[in-house]
Every structure is written in C-alpha cells, then in structure tokens.
C-alpha cells in the first residue's frame, strides 16, 4: 500500500549532434581580468563606500544607444562632476581635471 515506483529515464542524442556542439565553440576574443579590472576613471585606490558611491571597477564600453530599441528618439543625459578632487572634497585618488588620469581609461 502506498508504494511508489521510480523508473530512471534516458535520453538519447544522436552522435552525430554532440559533433556539431563542439563546431560552435566561440573563440574568446578578451580575458576574464580585461572583464572585471578597472577601466574606470578612478583610482584603483577608491573604496566603494558607505553611502553606496561606487568604487573603482568595471564598466561596459558599449555605447548606450545601441542598447535602444531601433528607431528609438530617447535622450541620454549625463553630468560632469569636476568637482571632484578639489581641495574641499574628500580624496578620492585622482582629479576630475588631470587629463593623464582620464585618458589612462580609454
């Protein structure tokens, strides 16, 4: 009474399929530390910090209109803080201002 029957189940995929899996391979075109190194204009010294500033990482280099549906009119805004690194701001490692620093990100 109350007896249960388990019967194990197998698939079975054609040889010929498990060839083709291995013809489609992609060839890894970067390395896992270009992916998550920083390539952001702060200093590799910047903490995230307690207020949820982010700290030094990595970000997509993809432009954010390709990420828009086509035909899409959406503005994107974006605000240039170059206060940061002034002599009333805390440290942050590096100058909003200091042109090495910002290219050393391209």
Do not use: E
Request: hydrophobic share 40%; net charge positive; proline share 4%.
């Amino acid at each position: 009474m109350g007896y249960k029957y388990f019967l194990p189940a197998a698939i079975l995929v054609p040889a010929s399929t498990l060839g083709s899996a291995s013809a489609s391979y992609v060839a890894p075109t970067t390395t896992l530390a270009a992916q998550t190194s920083n390539n952001t204009s702060a200093a590799n010294s910047f903490a995230t910090q307690s207020n949820n500033n982010r700290g030094a990482g990595n970000i997509s280099k993809v432009d954010v209109h390709t990420l828009l549906y086509p035909g899409a009119t959406t503005k994107v805004y974006a605000h240039l803080l170059l206060w940061f690194g002034g002599s009333k701001h805390m440290n942050i490692g590096c100058r909003s201002t200091d042109m090495a620093q910002i290219k050393s990100r391209d």
